[in-house]
């Protein structure tokens, strides 16, 4: 065997060469591997003996896509277009042989491959499209000659990852190999060889794109519409679609231009920065500074629950559903009923849907045991407490545990807002607590804030953040201060909002201005989905607020269709006329001289005081990192993914500087940090 580079080995067996990329952990296509293979095809160019070559990775997996950390730095090695070329233009066949996940760059390689084939595991996708991104060498143009156009539409929109059974059903692989993966792709190259089957070019193969440019523009008008939605705000999957349209449309190198210009728009673009901030800020974030990253974790076998409501239910799914049995407790059986029939249902509508099976249903409700007795967590390794949002019960339930749950147990608290570190000064163990706040619902948002008492032990910290992973959440620290990360943040841009619609802007304004910049909803929707009667009740309402008196007025929000909106039976909004009179005959008695209220004085007043927030926040050393508080509003609250989360959109969009001048403008004391950089 001889090394091409340190990466790279090139080895004969008879008169089939052998590539090998040996590049751990997952072979990325860095600039070693680029000039190995160069190398390789050299070589093997320069060898008349040879009758095929056989492309293999070492390792977990084959080239598992481009090196992005070489993304935005001067380019280095070989080029992987020439890499291609010399692969694509080889005299003899070549056979990629595929194990684990042949993404991105990776598949882009395989596809310049003459044959493919896999183990009966492999994966394969393009997943650019993710970062803000289309995949660059060639695979918008080879992918829709392998395996049509509408498929090809579906796996570089989406990313999504194919199967080895599917790609083989689609084209993309040749064959399944089944034992030793390299002897089975050079037993297969001495077959083709045999055979004198012909050397498969991709780019020159259009018989399977499913029809011409008239034929199929019908079916990427579909797709278009299909997909508005979920591609709303983001530039990436449109430019996918048009490199694919360009494929049908035009000749291999014309579309390869088109591609070229697609993939040099999104890349200069802000939207693929941000979103490749996203995916390492996602990955930092699971980092706790200053622990030991050795620090030996907490067994976590068993859960206990204590609240059967709208986030104890929800958090005992997430257990639940991989394997982790849940003691649920409530203070009456009715309550507590009533929770499991929740949890029930949410199972079978997921099972109903296809997402598993109804035995799946039963195994998982099979772990469920609902009781009335806080003592049946004596022996849970985790307790977490979902109650009402009060002190003073907290405290309570707090200091029962405390001689209920066995030593070592991590007690952990569901609150919003609430001391961390008082609930646990009412446990002789406050090195045990932590505050593990979930979002709503509990069982699909994946952000969990894990909240750092003053006195949470490293382990019992490093426990919660590794069990939020192990049940599929994203963790991030927060310090205690009130609302954490994330509500404390909402809590600056819900007091604009509501000043807003005082001073002039009306709420549904509100709300389009910042769905237009890229949320789910805004805060009036927001209220309206949540119910405006949280936390209200008819005999200690004083009316001192807007939404005191709406709720007075029966104004509950979507539950009765009557909120800052009324909605009809399939949820269709109108600004409520209702509302609107009591929003104005407030701001009269409140003496506030109504005016207009332009869009991008909303938009500042809206964000600008929430950035302000999460730089005070890092000011304070409640969040690690900006990147963190960015992870918690992608997460959490819906920040759009290709804005990066509000401290980046600061940071590279709207600028720290002018953030800062205009909060000053508004009266608002700035955050240094915000003056400063984080
Ligand atoms: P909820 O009213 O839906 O549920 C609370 C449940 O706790 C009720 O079923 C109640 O019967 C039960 N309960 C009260 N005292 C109890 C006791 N002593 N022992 C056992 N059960 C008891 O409330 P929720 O929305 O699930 O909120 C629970 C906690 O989660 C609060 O601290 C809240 O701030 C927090 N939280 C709520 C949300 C949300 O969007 N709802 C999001 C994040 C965090």
């Known amino acids: 065997m001889a090394a091409i580079t340190s990466v790279v080995d090139l080895a004969m067996d008879g008169d089939v060469a052998v590539i090998t990329i040996d590049s751990p952990p997952v072979n990325a296509l860095s600039a070693d591997v680029r000039d190995g293979l160069d190398g390789a095809f050299r070589a093997i160019a320069a060898n008349p003996a040879l009758k ?78 993710k970062l803000g991104l289309l995949p660059g060498a060639g695979g918008t143009q080879r992918l829709p000659r392998v395996v049509g156009a509408k498929k090809a539409l579906e796996m570089v929109t989406s990313g999504a990852q194919m199967g080895a059974k599917d790609a083989l059903a689609a084209g993309l692989v040749d064959e399944i190999v089944e034992g030793d993966l390299t002897a089975g792709a050079i037993a297969f190259a001495r077959r083709i060889v045999a055979e004198g089957r012909p050397l498969k070019k991709v780019r020159d193969d259009t018989s399977k794109l499913g029809g011409d440019a008239a034929a199929l523009a019908p079916m990427f008008a579909d797709f278009r519409q299909s997909h508005a939605r979920a591609f709303k705000g983001f530039d990436a999957p449109e430019a996918n679609i048009k490199c694919i349209e360009a494929a049908v449309a035009l000749p291999f190198e014309e579309g390869m231009k088109v591609e070229r210009s697609e993939f040099m728009k999104l890349m200069s673009g802000l939207q693929a920065t941000a979103q490749r901030h996203v995916f390492f800020a996602e990955r930092q974030a699971a ?186 959440k994203i963790g991030v620290v927060s310090g205690v201060c009130h609302g954490f990360i994330g509500n404390r943040m909402l809590g600056a841009r819900q007091e604009q909002a509501n000043k807003l619609i005082l001073e002039g802007a009306r709420p549904a304004d509100v709300d389009r201005v910042l769905t237009d910049f890229g949320f789910p909803m805004g805060p009036f929707q927001m209220a309206d989905l949540a119910g405006l009667d949280i936390g209200w009740s008819a005999e200690t309402s004083k009316g001192v607020t807007v939404r005191d008196r709406l709720c007075e007025a029966g104004l509950r929000g979507q539950k009765n269709g009557k909120g800052f909106y009324d909605y009809d039976a399939d949820r269709n909004r109108t600004p409520s006329p209702v509302a609107e ?98």
């Not at 380019?75 to 692969?87: E, F, K, N």
């Not at 066949?93 to 882009?108: D, N, R, S, Y």
């Not at 806080?374 to 009060?390: P, Q, R, S, T």
Request: charged fraction near 25%; charge should be negative; include cysteine.
């Open 52 to 129: 095929a070559a056989v492309l293999v990775c070492a390792g977990r997996t084959f080239i598992a896509g481009a090196d992005i950390s070489e993304f935005g730095k001067p380019p280095r090695g070989a080029s992987l277009h020439a890499v291609q070329d010399a692969m694509e233009e080889s005299a003899v066949p070549v056979v990629a042989a595929i194990h684990g996940t042949a993404l991105g760059g990776g598949l882009e390689v395989a596809l310049c491959a003459h044959y493919r084939v896999s183990d009966a595991k492999a994966k394969f996708g393009l997943p650019e499209v």
């Open 287 to 472: 980092k706790i500074d200053g622990l030991d990253p050795k620090t030996e974790l907490l067994p976590v076998k068993s859960v206990g629950i204590i609240g059967a409501g709208t986030m104890g239910g929800g958090i005992a799914m997430n257990f639940l559903s991989v394997g982790i049995p849940v003691t649920i407790v409530e203070t009456k059986q009715e309550a507590l009923d009533r929770g499991v029939a929740v949890i029930r249902r949410n199972y079978e509508n997921s099972a109903k849907k296809g997402r598993f099976s109804m035995e799946e249903v039963e195994a998982r409700m099979g772990r469920l045991t609902p009781t009335l007795a806080l003592e049946d967590l004596k022996d849970a390794d985790l307790i977490i407490e979902a109650v009402f949002e009060n002190m003073d019960i907290k405290k309570d339930i707090f200091g029962k545990l405390d001689t209920i749950a066995r030593p070592g147990a991590i007690l952990a608290s569901n609150t919003s807002y609430l001391n961390v570190d008082e609930i646990a000064a009412s446990t002789t163990r406050p090195e045990s607590v932590v505050g593990t706040h979930f979002f709503s619902p509990a069982n699909v948002m994946r952000l969990l804030e894990v909240v750092r008492g003053a006195r949470t032990s490293p382990q019992v910290l490093a426990t919660a953040m590794a069990t939020g992973k192990a049940i599929g």
């Open 581 to 678: 009179a009591i929003i104005l005959d407030y701001a009269a008695e409140k003496g506030i001289n109504r005016r207009s209220i332009d869009d991008q004085e909303i938009l500042e007043r809206c964000l600008y005081p929430m950035v302000n927030e999460g730089a005070k926040i890092l000011d304070e050393g409640m969040a690690q990192r900006a990147s963190d508080v960015d992870i918690v509003w992608i997460n959490g609250y819906g920040w759009p993914v290709y804005r990066g989360g509000p401290m980046f959109w600061a940071e590279h969009d709207a600028g720290r500087d002018t953030i800062a001048a205009a909060l000053e403008r508004m009266g608002m004391d700035v955050s240094p940090k915000l003056k400063s950089g984080w």
